[in-house]
């Protein structure tokens, strides 16, 4: 079974799909870490980001590891370095070159028939898993999406302004919405959950609230077939 969430930049997703996975005894996947993975390998080789082929050489060559809330990059723990805000203003021109998508996407359907998934993202709804039983667009308003990112990174360390924050947000909202592949949309069928007002406990529950009862009406369709 997979559960797809999709939704903006800042809207808590890693947070609390991470949570959700646990309370339901299924696997997460990180998507979008995935693709910041790419970026951060990228830079550190001095790769231009505009270099397609070049980035599709570093997608399908570096080894992504999850573990637990760690990620590593070829053995190396890269879980702080892909948040840096380097990263973050970068990974827009990684997340839109069609081959990286497509070898990633592939990546995460191959990774999702080891068992059932949590997965996150921008596109797993609408691109990656179009036919998943559970669909979720996790949401906020901008301020408070720039806040939670401020929040985040003051906590590790590197203090930044709101407005700065903002800005880069805003940008990459625009990037995420009109790219060519992977654009971030609403899937027709998902959910929309606004978490502004929620704490991550209250957004956690009424997410798990919404998966259970897509599992019990999945089961009692299907004793309804085999009847």
């Known amino acids: 079974m997979i559960v797809a969430i999709d939704g903006p930049a800042g809207a808590g997703k890693s947070s609390v799909t991470r949570l959700l996975a646990e309370r ?18 990228a830079i550190d080789r001095g790769v231009d980001l505009h270099d397609e082929p070049a980035l599709q050489t570093i997608a399908s060559k570096i080894e992504i590891v999850f573990d637990g809330e ?13 948040r840096e805000p380097e990263v973050t ?16 996407v592939d990546l995460q359907r191959r990774i999702a028939t080891q068992g059932d998934f949590v997965c996150e993202g921008r596109d797993q709804g609408t691109v990656a898993f179009p036919d998943s039983f559970c669909k979720i667009f996790l949401t906020a308003s901008p301020q408070a999406r720039a806040q939670r990112r ?13 407005e700065a924050v903002f800005r880069d947000q805003e940008l990459r909202d625009q990037q995420d919405s009109t ?20 704490s991550l406990g209250e957004v956690v529950g009424e997410l798990e609230r919404i998966v259970r009862g897509r599992i019990e009406n999945r089961t009692e369709s299907s004793a309804s077939d085999a009847e």
Do not use: H
């Not at 401020?150 to 709101?162: C, D, I, R, T, Y």
């Not at 790219?179 to 027709?188: K, T, Y």
């Open 150 to 162: 401020v929040e985040q990174l003051n906590s590790s360390g590197k203090p930044v302004e709101f």
């Open 179 to 198: 790219r060519e592949v992977g654009r971030l949309m609403r899937a027709e069928d998902a959910i929309e959950l606004l978490t502004d007002d929620l």
């Open 70 to 82: 760690e990620v590593f990059i070829d053995g190396k723990n890269s879980t702080t370095a892909i």
């Open 24 to 41: 339901l005894g299924f696997q997460f996947l990180d998507t979008g870490a995935m693709y910041r993975a790419v970026t951060l390998a």
């Open 89 to 104: 203003r970068s990974v827009a021109s990684v997340a839109n070159a069609p081959s990286v998508r497509s070898y990633l």
